[in-house]
């Protein structure tokens, strides 16, 4: 009957749960053993519970395995107990198993990973969605997608994000073009220091676009990004107009 | 002569006592693990409506909050992913909806077919404990009896099937019998008692393996560290609903400033 596989699901879920919960006590002694900087002993904890399907030690045992802490550096065990995390709904997990599929050359893998990190949330994750429908990357190129993805992800305060948002507003790129919006969202990565957002602010004060013309906060947005080494920025600052208006 | 048949009656005599001792010792178990399976049918029934009740609700109505949010980012931002995301959220929210709520439900009256009716009194007037011609028989016809009207009660005609055609196969000989045909009989009624004992050995397997089964082994491990799973389960689910409940607010506050 459907009820009862629906039942079934709703069952399963909260034994899931109940064997994520913080109270393990080998995921609890695991984190007091890593803080006391005990790397083996407290991959030996986080190896316990993650034998007991506790999704956050498997996910820490792999970085732990990616980084040779405590243990050995071992790829296929860090890519297993990732990729178990992952598959138990871990969003973090699910990232870092789709930069390992980006890695390894699996485009659709890491798509597919990417859009359920995306699905939880992970700011990251909906950035980097955003990306690879930009690129069309392991998906059909869509810049509307990507504007979707990015928004999600510079809502929650993500810079790059914010400063890509910005750029498809900028060029009416899979969103109609505005400049009011674009300025809004290079201001937000700016002030977090996205070198390319100053930049692009720096010059919608120096033309007027989507805000008031101002030479003084353009001067000033130019040379932060110039001070980060932006390319174009050190050559607007050195130009010979700019240092004698 | 005759002391050769007095020796072969004595001998099939015997036979028979020893096979009804162990009649009765295996219709002792079947009984016990009646009891058992009986009793933790209802230990489940119980902890499935407390988990439903406690849990099963938080869950509900975390995946209605996540529903409306993918929903609001629609309209905040309309895309193909969007609009996809907020359906399939919107029926999960649906399931998990039903899934919680969905027992409270009357249960459907029961209407029996006429050929079900007509089956369970073949049963019934076969094993009625009234009929009994002992008491060992008594108690065990009583035990079929309660079999046969749950049996019933669900429209389970198999199970009726399968009583009806154990006790015509242990009453196959007839009536006029000897000791060679009682201890027929009492074999066959023998391997029934195993038969329906290896069943419920089956069916105890399936119930603590299901789901409902694994979570409820689960909270009596942490009951005896003095633990309340469904407790920990809500207060973590209650974090997770005060978290959907901002981020809801968050985007409803975004559509706002967008004046849409």
């Known amino acids: ?216 906060q353009y001067r000033s947005w130019t040379r932060k990004a110039a001070e980060q080494g932006h390319e174009e920025a050190l050559r607007e600052v050195n130009r010979r107009d700019y240092r004698d208006p | 002569m005759s002391a050769e048949i007095i020796l072969q009656r004595s001998a099939n005599a015997a036979g028979l006592a020893e096979k009804r001792e162990r009649l009765a010792a295996v219709r002792g178990a079947l009984a016990e693990r009646e009891a058992d399976i009986a009793q933790i049918r209802s230990q489940l029934k119980a902890f499935e409506g407390q988990y439903l009740r406690r849990v099963g609700v938080l869950y509900a109505e975390l995946d209605e909050i996540a529903a409306r949010i993918t929903e609001r980012e629609v309209d905040l931002y309309e895309s193909d992913s969007a609009r996809r995301r907020a359906q399939e959220a919107r029926e999960r929210a649906q399931e998990t909806h039903e899934a919680a709520f969905g027992g409270e439900q009357e249960p459907e009256e029961f209407d029996p077919s006429p050929s079900l009716k007509t089956l369970f009194r073949e049963v019934a007037k076969r094993i009625h404990p009234d009929f009994a011609s002992d008491e060992a028989e008594q108690k065990h016809f009583t035990l079929l009896m309660t079999r046969a009207n749950q049996a019933y009660s669900r429209g389970d005609a198999e199970t009726l099937q399968r009583l009806l055609d154990d006790h015509l196969e242990i009453n196959a000989s007839g009536a006029d019998e000897g000791d060679g045909a009682a201890l027929l009989r009492v074999v066959r009624q023998i391997a029934h008692a195993e038969r329906d004992i290896a069943a419920l050995d089956g069916e105890h397997e399936t119930l603590l393996g299901s789901e409902i089964g694994q979570l409820y082994g689960d909270a009596e491990a942490a009951a005896r560290e003095g633990r309340d799973l469904l407790d920990e389960l809500a207060a973590g689910l209650r974090e997770r609903l005060a978290d959907a409940q901002y981020r809801l607010e968050f985007v409803e506050r975004q559509v706002s400033a967008l004046g849409r």
């Open chain 1, 1 to 216: 009957m459907a009820l009862h596989s629906v039942r079934s699901s709703i069952f399963a879920r909260g034994r899931r749960d109940a064997a994520n919960s913080s109270s393990n006590a080998d995921y609890q002694k695991g984190v007091a053993e890593y803080n006391a900087g005990r790397f083996a002993e407290a991959a030996a904890s986080f190896g316990r519970a993650a034998e007991q399907g506790h999704a956050e030690s498997q996910y820490i045992l792999s970085t732990m395995h990616d980084a040779c802490k405590g243990v050995a550096r071992d790829d296929a065990e860090a890519a297993r107990w990732e990729r178990v995390a992952a598959e138990q709904g871990h969003v973090y997990a699910q990232a870092n198993l789709s930069f390992r599929c980006y890695s390894a050359g699996d485009l659709a893998g890491a798509f597919a990973w990417c859009e359920r990190a995306a699905d939880g949330e992970l700011a990251w994750a909906q950035y980097n969605l955003g990306l690879m429908y930009q690129k069309g990357e392991g998906v059909a190129r869509s810049e509307a997608e990507a504007a979707h993805w990015y928004r999600l992800a510079a809502a929650q305060g993500f810079a790059d994000a914010q400063q890509r948002l910005a750029d498809l507003y900028y060029f009416g790129r899979g969103i109609a073009r505005s400049y009011t919006q674009a300025a809004v969202w290079y201001r937000r990565a700016a002030e977090q220091g996205n070198a390319r957002a100053q930049f692009q602010l720096g010059h919608l004060y120096d033309v007027g676009l989507g805000i008031e013309h101002d030479y003084a």
